[in-house]
């Protein structure tokens, strides 16, 4: 990676109280290195860091995704009540899933229009709303 990248992922995870290991710092590269939001998951954040020379088990990759939403660099995304997306893009927005392809890709948040979300039962609070509109192709 350049060093710009590991600029970028060193002050991504200051943002954060996690210590910057190794690990993290080489994975947290892939993930905002270039600067752009990425919707991962760990297979294929696992696979990108194998392709770059990173030895990385995909214990280890699940584990630093974790780490990462806990601490608020990165939101994750389930899709089907099983497949775990992960989005550096922490803000507020929806999502659309393609079926064919199994990817996730921001949606424009400017279009979504909520009228009414029903009210939490008693004794809870909405924590958020994810919003994911499944795509296939015509």
């Known amino acids: 990676m350049t060093p710009e990248a590991n600029m970028r992922a060193t002050q991504w995870l200051a943002k954060s109280e996690l210590r910057p290991t190794k690990q ?5 590269e892939l993930l905002v290195g ?3 939001n990425r919707h991962v998951t760990a297979e294929s954040l696992f696979e990108a860091a194998g392709d770059s020379g990173e030895k990385v088990s995909l214990a280890t990759v699940y584990n630093t995704l974790k780490a990462f939403c806990e601490a608020g660099l990165m939101r ?4 089907d ?5 992960f989005d550096t893009n922490i803000t ?3 999502h659309f899933y393609w079926e064919d392809s199994a ?23 909405i924590a958020k ?6 795509l296939r192709r015509t």
């Open 34 to 36: 270039d600067g752009h």
């Open 129 to 134: 709303v994810d919003v994911v509109i499944r």
């Open 24 to 28: 993290r710092t080489a994975l947290a």
């Open 81 to 85: 009540g099983s497949k775990s997306y």
């Open 103 to 125: 990817t996730l890709t921001d949606a424009p948040a400017e279009q979504l229009e909520f009228a009414r979300v029903p009210d939490a039962p008693e004794g809870a609070e």
């Open 76 to 79: 994750e995304i389930t899709v």
């Open 92 to 94: 507020d927005h929806p």
